[in-house]
């Protein structure tokens, strides 16, 4: 499966963004769909998860209640729409897919190359 993340970019503290993955090369309805950041420095934090149907969701508690993921199985795509963002919120956002549900990142088999969010405060 081959992953590819858009829609980072500069946004004031407060804002919103929405970043969206497109998958290729897989059965996209077949993988359990993630976000996953990088803070320079820190580890790689999974954010958000979503079942191959998109009944099921999972939130890390650093961003419940401010950022919603979901996905179009037919358009092949997962989307992260964030929310209230603040300058802790910088970071690259990773999509991944793996064909289980996990907590640890380092588990996932796939991995997009990654878009760059900036909070300026």
């Known amino acids: 499966v081959q992953l590819q993340a858009s829609g980072g970019g500069l946004v004031q503290a407060g804002g919103s963004l929405r970043l969206s993955c497109v998958a290729s090369?897989?059965?996209?309805?077949?993988?359990?769909m993630y976000w996953v950041r990088q803070a320079p420095g820190r580890e790689r934090e999974l954010l958000a998860r979503?079942?191959?149907?998109?009944?099921?969701?999972y939130y890390a508690s650093a961003v419940k209640g401010r950022f919603t993921i979901s996905r179009d199985n037919a358009k092949n795509m997962v989307y992260l729409q964030m929310n209230s963002l603040q300058p802790a919120d910088t970071a690259i956002y990773y999509c991944?897919?793996?064909?289980?549900?996990?907590?640890?990142?380092?588990?996932?088999?796939?991995w997009g190359q990654g878009t760059l969010v900036t909070v300026s405060s």
């Open positions: 991944a897919a793996d064909r289980a549900p996990h907590l640890d990142p380092s588990k996932l088999d796939y």
């Open positions: 090369g897989g059965t996209f309805s077949t993988h359990v």
């Open positions: 979503i079942s191959w149907t998109g009944a099921g969701t």
